[in-house]
């Protein structure tokens, strides 16, 4: 079966980084597009960043410039590197995988549990 397998979330300072990262199994890692999101309390899940088969990353532009999505074939993983962390960061972030556009959310297939980021001031 498939499985996606976030790691790397915590608590950070504001300005401070943080480096997720997704293991998958169970699929043919470099046939999907990949994917970050997020939720905060009380919000629906966003779009954060993605990574295409053919390596094309797109980001929300409110992370745009402090993110960098990123992706190991060879070992069937995704990174989220996330620097200059701002409060409203603070979400459970998950990673998926899609064999459709990667911007598109409900284009994904397969989800991660997730892991909680906590962004304080």
């Known amino acids: 079966q498939v499985q996606l397998v976030e790691s790397g979330g915590g608590l950070a300072q504001a300005g401070n980084s943080l480096r997720l990262s997704c293991a998958a199994s169970g699929l043919t890692f470099s046939s999907y597009a990949m994917g970050w999101f997020r939720q905060a309390p009380g919000k629906e899940r966003e779009f954060v960043a993605g990574i295409s088969s053919g390596l094309t990353t797109y980001y929300v532009p409110s992370v745009r410039g402090r993110f960098t999505i990123s992706r190991d074939n060879a070992k069937n993983t995704v990174h989220l590197q996330m620097n200059s962390l701002l409060p409203e960061d603070t979400a459970v972030y998950y990673c998926?995988?899609?064999?459709?556009?990667?911007?598109?959310?409900?284009?994904?297939?397969?989800w991660g549990q997730g892991t909680q980021v906590t962004v304080s001031s």
């Open positions: 998926a995988a899609s064999l459709g556009w990667p911007t598109i959310q409900k284009e994904y297939t397969y």
